[in-house]
């Protein structure tokens, strides 16, 4: 088992910066893929950003190319999600999951993944 906990979110005006943290405990988190996701309200849980095992690749969906990056530390067992130039689109509840069982992570979907968090709210005002 792999317990998750999301924290950093909250709000911030349009073009500003928030840092997601997901803590991990448990089983060593380390040995797998670890993504982001978001649901906005009224809308289905999407795919934000997506990180290898072993930190060598990196993966974002094209609404936040640029503007968010993906990280963890194996040494703190926590993975991060850097977002840059917040839109109001971008507001959401934000999560964050590992152990990727998918094909691909071009396609990574909810299901993929095994172990997820409680999630954090991000709201983004115009």
């Known amino acids: 088992q792999v317990q998750l906990v999301e924290s950093g979110g909250g709000f911030v005006q349009t073009g500003g910066s928030l840092r997601l943290s997901c803590a991990a405990s448990?089983?060593?988190?380390?040995?797998?893929?670890l993504g982001w996701f978001r649901q906005a309200a009224g809308k289905e849980r999407e795919f934000v950003a997506g990180?290898?095992?072993?930190?060598?690749?990196?993966y974002y969906a094209d609404s936040v190319k640029g503007r968010f990056t993906i990280s963890r530390d194996k040494r703190e067992n926590t993975g991060y999600l850097q977002m840059n130039s917040l839109k109001p689109e971008d507001t959401a509840v934000y999560y964050c999951a590992v152990e990727f069982l998918g094909r691909s992570w071009t396609e990574a979907h909810p299901r993929d993944f095994t172990y997820w968090g409680q999630g954090t709210q991000v709201t983004v005002g115009s």
């Open positions: 448990g089983r060593t988190f380390s040995r797998y893929g």
């Open positions: 990180i290898s095992w072993n930190g060598g690749s990196e």
